[in-house]
């Protein structure tokens, strides 16, 4: 079992900037694709961005392109986002995740998931 803490989130203006951190104790975690999601009330669950094992390839929503980045320190046991150009729209509760498949952008696809922080983007 992976336990995974997300942090990061906050109120932000419009054009601001955040960066959230997932981390997990398990240096297993390193083995995993790891994938964040968002979640507005009343809404879905919906994918925001993933990076594999590595590192090396990562993938993000249309939504987001351009204005987020995903990384990794697998030395750190964490992954980050960060999130350039907030807007509105972008305010959810965050949360990380993690799954054995390479570039999934299903929910349904990941396996462990932290409790979320929650980002709030004023305008």
């Known amino acids: 079992q992976v336990q995974l803490v997300e942090s990061g989130g906050g109120l932000v203006q419009a054009g601001g900037s955040l960066r959230l951190s997932c981390g997990a104790p398990?240096?297993?975690?390193?083995?995993?694709?790891v994938g964040w999601f968002r979640q507005s009330p009343g809404q879905a669950r919906v994918f925001v961005a993933t990076?594999?094992?590595?590192?090396?390839?990562?993938d993000y929503a249309e939504s987001v392109k351009g204005r987020f980045t995903i990384s990794r320190d697998n030395a750190k046991n964490t992954v980050f986002l960060q999130m350039n150009s907030l807007k509105p729209e972008d305010t959810a509760v965050y949360y990380c995740?993690?799954?054995?498949?390479?570039?999934?952008?299903?929910?349904?696809?990941?396996?462990?998931w932290g409790r979320g922080t929650q980002v709030t983007v004023s305008s």
């Open positions: 990076i594999t094992q590595s590192g090396g390839s990562t």
């Open positions: 398990e240096r297993s975690f390193s083995l995993y694709s």
């Open positions: 995740a993690t799954t054995r498949v390479a570039r999934a952008t299903f929910a349904s696809s990941y396996t462990y």
